[in-house]
C-alpha cells in the first residue's frame, strides 16, 4: 500500500526561527511529490519536485527531493507568523509519464506549524 | 478568477437525510476529485473523474456517491449520512496528466 508519512506533526515555534518539515514516502512508483499550504481555506501549492538533489525556492521556502532514500524536507527561513499553516506533502504514484491511469495523489497526515511573535 | 467553489462552506444534518455538496470548476479541468480530511488521516481521496460521465472509486467511496454530467460540476451525494462521515470535505480539480490540483475552500460536514 502506498504511504506518505509527515514528521513532526505539529510544531511551535519563534517568528524568526528556521523550521525543517520532513516528508518520508513508500510508493510502488513514483511520478513526483508535491508540498502545499493549507491556511483557513483551500491547500495551495507550493512545490512539485521530480528529480533528486534540485532545490525549489520561492522566497523563504525551499524544498529539495532525496529519491535514493525516499523523502524530501521543506524549509522555512526567518519564519513570520503567517507562516502558521498546515504543511502538506503528497506523492503522485502514477507509472510513466502523460496521462496514465488515474491520478490519485497520496497525501501525508500533515504537519501544523505555528509561529508565535 | 479560476477557482473551485464548494457548497455549503458548513453544514450541521441528522443521521440519514440525504445531501448533497456541490463543487464547480470554472478552469475547463478534466480531472475533479473529492477528499475527506480527518485529524490524523490526512487527505483522503472518496471518488474522482477523469471526464464527463467517467466516474472512480477512491480510497474511501463507501457512503458516498458521485455523478459528472457536466464537465465543470462534480457534486458529492451522502444518501443516508452516518455521524462517521462528519469530516472536512474537500473538491480539487486538474487538467487531465496535471498532478497540481486547485482546491476548493472546503466544505465541514457535522452529522449528528
Known amino acids: 500500500e502506498d504511504k506518505v508519512v509527515q514528521s513532526p506533526l505539529s510544531l511551535v515555534v519563534h517568528e524568526g526561527d528556521t523550521v525543517t518539515l520532513n516528508c518520508s514516502y513508500e510508493?510502488?512508483?513514483?511520478?513526483?511529490l508535491l508540498w502545499y499550504k493549507q491556511e483557513k481555506k483551500a491547500p495551495t501549492f507550493l512545490f512539485m519536485l521530480?528529480?533528486?538533489?534540485i532545490e525549489k525556492k520561492s522566497g523563504r521556502l525551499s524544498s529539495i527531493l532525496d529519491k535514493k532514500e525516499l523523502f524530501s524536507i521543506l524549509n522555512i527561513t526567518a519564519t513570520q507568523t503567517g507562516d502558521s499553516a498546515i504543511y502538506l506533502c503528497?506523492?503522485?504514484?502514477?507509472?510513466?509519464?502523460?496521462?496514465?491511469?488515474?491520478?490519485?495523489?497520496?497525501f501525508g497526515q500533515g504537519t501544523r506549524l505555528t509561529i508565535n511573535p | 478568477e479560476a477557482q473551485v467553489t464548494q457548497n455549503p462552506r458548513y453544514l450541521i444534518t441528522v443521521t440519514g437525510k440525504k445531501l448533497t455538496v456541490t463543487c464547480s470548476q470554472n478552469?475547463?479541468?478534466?480531472?475533479m476529485s473529492w477528499y475527506r480530511q480527518d485529524p490524523g488521516l490526512g487527505l483522503r481521496q472518496i471518488y474522482y473523474?477523469?471526464?464527463?460521465?467517467?466516474?472512480d472509486k477512491g480510497d474511501v467511496p463507501e457512503g458516498y456517491k458521485v455523478s459528472r454530467k457536466e464537465k465543470r460540476n462534480f457534486p458529492l451525494i451522502l444518501e443516508s449520512p452516518s455521524p462517521n462521515q462528519t469530516s472536512l470535505y474537500f473538491c480539487?480539480?486538474?487538467?487531465?496528466?496535471?498532478?497540481?490540483?486547485?482546491f476548493g475552500a472546503g466544505s465541514r460536514l457535522t452529522v449528528l
Open positions: 480539487a480539480s486538474s487538467l487531465l496528466g496535471a498532478n497540481v490540483l486547485t
Open positions: 510508493v510502488t512508483n513514483f511520478r513526483s
Open positions: 521530480t528529480s533528486s538533489g
Open positions: 503528497a506523492v503522485d504514484p502514477t507509472p510513466g509519464v502523460g496521462i496514465q491511469g488515474a491520478q490519485k495523489l497520496v
Open positions: 478552469m475547463n479541468h478534466e480531472y
Open positions: 473523474s477523469m471526464n464527463v460521465e467517467v466516474t
